[in-house]
């Protein structure tokens, strides 16, 4: 990133943690080997930008989707920032798009009090839709694009009410969204996986098909009432394909304990270190010190990640302490629209908004953590690179008007310009490069 005054000699380096305003070094240019003079190389440089809210702008140069710390190739194209402030695009890291009633007729919900209850409703909503499930995962999917998203977990429910659908939905608008966003998919056994006859067999159809990147499960003790069950067919799809495990856990109490200290078992058994995600969690929050500490230890060894939605105070999971233990934590939308509830934008940065709300997150340090979370800790749940605005990281940011990150996290700023791989796919909260 060379600030607008420097010679073509000269090139400045982010030298920053995330979330920290970066400070500047200059270096002297290593010369272009004659390979690098040969290749074709695609280069943007955007102008005028204040990575993470600097006082200084610079510019942010770009080159084969990745940030680069060398001077810019003769002939790169030029867009300027107009003084905005760069920071890391987003990550859903549990998402529902399947589900979604987004860009549709208004959807009256039924009082409702138990995940059978949702879950009929669920079948009501799928079966009423005019639209395939793919064009309404593209709607929401390209809208998370506009507000800065560059990679998402998406669940879709596995049942045999549906079949195969959800995935093939996702898979359809993933692929047209290839240029804008990555996209991991779970299926996801929504109905139970032994109460539910012939998802079992679902799941194995998808896993074994190469349809999935993960085979998720539900509550095995209190929903699916089959623990070992569960556990050891979900546990076996993904030793047996390849793929891995992302599993609903909701119980608060003892229960959901239970079935964490069944998934450390199994990931250790399995030797699935890296390849096991536990979304919600609810049992953790309300845990002593002592104990989250002895639990956190356990999946920090075995590189088990864990997502919450923050809904609320007393279930939003103790990211700070997690991490402390070094937790890997995401953050994500969950469902958007659809039977279970009216609410969600698939806005990640609103997201992060929404986690320094039930965290009574005050300190700019807290509100900058709850950004952080909504990207670097997402992308750590995905394995994806972080997008930390230095020199070889992916060129996966956004750009909006405003002072700092924590003023960012509270004030949501349109995203004037969203970039993805060195590219802009979203300007003024509209696609571009859109292919249909």
């Given amino acids: 990133m060379t600030p607008p005054s420097s010679s073509p000699s000269r090139r400045a380096v982010l030298a920053t943690a995330a979330g920290a305003v970066p400070s500047m070094a200059a270096a002297a240019a290593a010369p272009a080997s004659a390979v690098d003079r040969e290749r074709p190389r695609k280069a943007v440089v955007f102008r005028n930008v204040r990575p993470f809210g600097a006082a200084r702008s610079v510019d942010l140069t770009v080159v084969d989707g990745r940030v680069s710390d060398r001077p810019a190739p003769r002939g790169a194209e030029v867009i300027d920032g107009g003084g905005r402030i760069a920071l890391p695009s987003l990550v859903d890291a549990h998402i529902r798009p399947d589900k979604t009633s987004w860009g549709g007729p208004w959807v009256s919900r039924k009082p409702a009090d138990t995940i059978a209850d949702f879950v009929a409703q669920d079948v009501e909503l799928f079966e009423s839709q005019t639209r395939s499930v793919g064009e309404r995962a593209y709607g929401l999917m390209a809208h998370a694009v506009t507000r800065g998203t560059r990679a998402m977990r998406a669940h879709a429910d596995v049942a045999p009410a549906y079949g195969l659908a959800g995935l093939e939905g996702i898979a359809a608008a993933r692929e047209r969204l290839a240029h804008a966003l990555d996209v991991q998919i779970v299926a996801f056994p929504q109905h139970g996986v032994v109460r539910a006859p012939g998802t079992a067999a679902l799941l194995e159809q998808a896993a074994r098909g190469g349809l999935v990147d993960f085979v998720g499960g539900i509550d095995p003790i209190s929903f699916d009432r089959a623990l070992k069950e569960q556990l050891d067919l979900v546990f076996g799809l993904a030793d047996r394909y390849g793929v891995g495990v992302d599993i609903h856990l909701h119980d608060t109490d003892d229960k959901g304990v239970t079935v964490l200290r069944g998934i450390i078992e199994r990931t250790r058994a399995l030797s699935l270190q890296g390849r096991v995600t536990v979304s919600h969690v609810f049992c953790l ?146 696609l571009v490069h859109h292919h249909p």
């Fill in 285 to 430: 929050p309300a845990l002593p010190d002592t104990e989250l500490g002895a639990l956190a230890a356990e999946l920090r060894d075995l590189d088990i990640s864990l997502t919450t939605v923050a809904p609320s105070r007393d279930l939003v999971l103790p990211v700070a302490r997690l991490r402390e233990h070094g937790v890997k934590v995401g953050l994500g939308s969950d469902g958007v629209r659809d039977a279970w509830s009216p609410f969600g934008n698939a806005d990640m940065m609103h997201r992060a908004h929404l986690l320094g709300w039930v965290t009574d997150a005050r300190l700019d340090a807290e509100l900058s953590s709850c950004y952080e979370t909504a990207t670097h800790g997402g992308a750590d749940v995905m394995g994806l690179a972080r997008a930390a605005l230095t020199p070889g990281s992916p060129a996966d940011f956004v750009l909006v008007r405003g002072e700092c990150v924590p003023q960012v996290v509270v004030d949501l700023p349109q995203r004037d310009l969203v970039v993805h791989g060195g590219t802009v796919v979203a300007r003024d909260g509209r």
